[in-house]
């Protein structure tokens, strides 16, 4: 079992920065790729971005270049800095865990954290 525990949302002005934080406890987390989804009312849960333990780095083609995953293996810790925010950001962001394989499939996905709203005002 891991157990996910995200940080940081917020209201932010568009073209503000926010970082969110996710904490894992539980089984290895080395064994696991972390990542960051996103979900708004009415619309399925959709991939954010993605860090493996190679590194390997993944993202959505809406947040590259404005977004950043990052982990740190000995904290348990993987970071989303989030940059040049838009209004179609905003969104409930979870964190993920899947093990050993990346995945941009919500229904892929091993375990959820309980989420955190992200709210960019125009």
């Known amino acids: 079992q891991v157990q996910l525990v995200e940080s940081g949302g917020g209201l932010v002005q568009a073209g503000g920065s926010l970082r969110l934080s996710c904490v894992a406890s539980?089984?290895?987390?080395?064994?696991?790729?972390m990542g960051w989804f996103r979900q708004t009312p009415g619309k399925e849960r959709e991939f954010v971005a993605a860090r493996s333990w190679r590194p390997s780095t993944y993202y959505a083609d809406s947040v590259k270049g404005r977004f950043t995953i990052s982990r740190d293996n000995a904290k348990n810790t993987v970071d989303l800095q989030m940059n040049s925010l838009k209004p179609e950001d905003t969104a409930v962001y979870y964190c993920?865990?899947?093990?050993?394989?990346?995945?941009?499939?919500?229904?892929?996905?091993?375990?959820w954290g309980q989420g955190t709203q992200v709210t960019v005002s125009s």
């Open positions: 993920a865990a899947r093990r050993l394989v990346v995945t941009t499939n919500y229904n892929e996905i091993d375990y």
């Open positions: 539980g089984r290895t987390f080395g064994n696991y790729v």
